[in-house]
């Protein structure tokens, strides 16, 4: 096997692997290495997102909605079903089961665009060389044209709670219970914490989540974070803002967390406990002395905006680097770099990418808040859509929620959607669509959208800015 490629890889998520095989299709030589192992030992590409993160939350999260709707929204449709039950070990086998596919299918993409995929622990080296550790040890140095590093992250431990791995765990030990904990304590209300609260409140767990913060979702519209926090509320989940946990003492039965706030120190006992505090770039053992990569103060790699990180032919993509810790943001940056490095054009539009929280109802949105608008002294308009005055939302049982359009005044620019409601991961897709190409709310406006659908709320919102939305009152 040859040691010297075209380019090199430290990586395979959803940053790298993407940017490995784009970088095969523009004609390049390509080795892409990974070192995730997963709990039973075996290694897999794929990341947090396919193996502990994105594509097993969403299995869970599907499952755990099934079975709530099975509970609440079966009998006003008018079907009968007797008790209803979760078999655990089945759902999380079928998890699993969608995890190993779409690893698995990640060697069959390498495979097919000749990509060498190693498994094992790629570190940086001076002059563009990769030290690779085989899992049986063996070392191999590979010498590069370029060298993409896209190591990804970790979750951000928590002093007062330290991870044990069974009573408190991190985001990746919340995805592999095996029973449902009668209480579950959630340290975090970000789309982790949120999301994985929603998954074991809908299978009985009884959820308290503590915030630090006092705000809830702050990167979020404010309306639209307002909206969560109710429907939130109704579903069950205790959440606590500025409550700032000062220990967890593990015991016998459970874990006990005192936190404080506003009114005082408190103590509750939890069974298990899920850290969630957010997420930090791991780049532990990636780089050798000498190599002349920054990081900056939080640990992120230094790069400018093509992702290139001042030594000349190495680049880094994804968690690692600066700009929200998304998938789809990272597999842009890394199809960027491998464009950039066989001489193509190649960019990435930090202004539109989404944010998905697949909670139920889900949000998602682009571009700015009002808040944010607001704060900016542009004058701008908004136009809002309540999916209560959706036929299909009402047909569907989800009839909570709203799609808000915000637009520029002197222009009719479309500055930012925010979408809280049923599908909202998908509608996005036309928010974004719009806002890449400019769009106005006139646009939009004159956009003929099929009915009924889900997709007229974004119809009626963009005409709400103007007051000439048809299926709702303007205000």
């Known amino acids: 096997m040859s040691d010297q490629f075209d380019v090199v890889v430290i990586g395979g998520g959803p940053a790298g692997y993407p940017a490995a095989i784009r970088a095969a299709q523009n004609g390049l030589s390509v080795a892409c290495i990974d070192g995730w192992k997963n709990v039973d030992g075996t290694y897999a590409f794929g990341g947090t997102c396919l193996n502990a993160g994105c594509i097993p939350s969403k299995a869970l999260l599907e499952s755990s909605e099934l079975l709530h709707r099975a509970h609440v929204e079966f009998a006003e449709h008018g079907i009968s079903t007797g008790t209803v039950t979760m078999d655990v070990a089945k759902m999380q086998a079928r998890k699993t089961g969608i995890v190993k596919a779409s690893t698995q299918g990640i060697l069959g993409l390498f495979k097919a665009a000749k990509v060498t995929a190693l498994q094992g622990r790629g570190r940086l080296l001076p002059g563009k060389r990769v030290e690779f550790t085989a899992a049986d040890g063996t070392v191999r140095v590979l010498q590069a044209g370029s060298v993409i590093l896209a190591s990804g992250s970790t979750p951000t431990p928590l002093k007062s709670a330290p991870f044990d791995c069974e009573r408190i765990v991190d985001s990746w030990g919340a995805l592999e219970f095996t029973?449902?904990?009668?209480?579950?304590?959630?340290?975090?209300?970000?789309?982790?914490?949120?999301?994985?609260?929603?998954?074991?409140?809908?299978?009985?767990?009884?959820?308290?989540?503590?915030?630090?913060?006092?705000?809830?979702?702050?990167?979020?519209?404010?309306?639209?974070?307002?909206?969560?926090?109710?429907q939130f509320k109704k579903q069950g989940l205790d959440i606590r803002l500025g409550a700032k946990v000062s220990a967890a003492v593990v015991g016998s039965t459970g874990v006990a967390v005192t936190y404080d706030d506003a009114k005082g120190s408190h103590t509750v006992e939890f069974d298990r406990v899920v850290v969630a505090i957010g997420r930090r770039p791991y780049t532990d053992g990636l780089l050798a002395d000498g190599t002349g990569i920054q990081l900056d103060a939080r640990g992120f790699i230094e790069v400018d905006d093509e992702c290139r990180t001042g030594v000349e032919g190495v680049y880094a993509v994804g968690d690692c680097v600066r700009g929200p810790m998304l998938a789809h943001k990272g597999k842009e940056e890394g199809v960027m770099v491998a464009d950039l490095i066989a001489g193509h054009y190649g960019h990435v539009n930090y202004a539109t990418i989404p944010s998905v929280i697949y909670t139920a109802p889900e949000m998602a949105w682009v571009g700015t808040t009002e808040q944010q608008v607001k704060a900016s002294g542009r004058a701008y308009k908004v136009g809002s859509f309540p999916f209560l005055a959706s036929g299909r939302a009402r047909a569907m049982e989800a009839a909570q929620g709203f799609a808000k359009v915000i637009a520029a005044v002197d222009d009719d620019t479309i500055l930012g959607v925010h979408i809280i409601g049923p599908m909202a991961g998908e509608l996005?897709?036309?928010?974004?669509?719009?806002?890449e190409y400019s769009a106005t709310t006139e646009d939009l406006q004159r956009t003929i959208h099929a009915h009924p659908t889900l997709s007229e709320a974004l119809h009626e919102a963009a005409l709400a800015a103007d007051k000439r939305a048809i299926d709702y009152p303007n205000r």
């Open 179 to 230: 029973s449902v904990p009668q209480r579950l304590g959630v340290i975090g209300a970000g789309v982790i914490g949120l999301e994985l609260g929603s998954v074991w409140r809908r299978l009985g767990a009884a959820v308290t989540v503590l915030e630090a913060m006092d705000a809830f979702l702050p990167m979020a519209d404010e309306a639209v974070a307002k909206e969560a926090q109710k």
């Open 428 to 435: 996005i897709a036309e928010a974004v669509l719009a806002m």
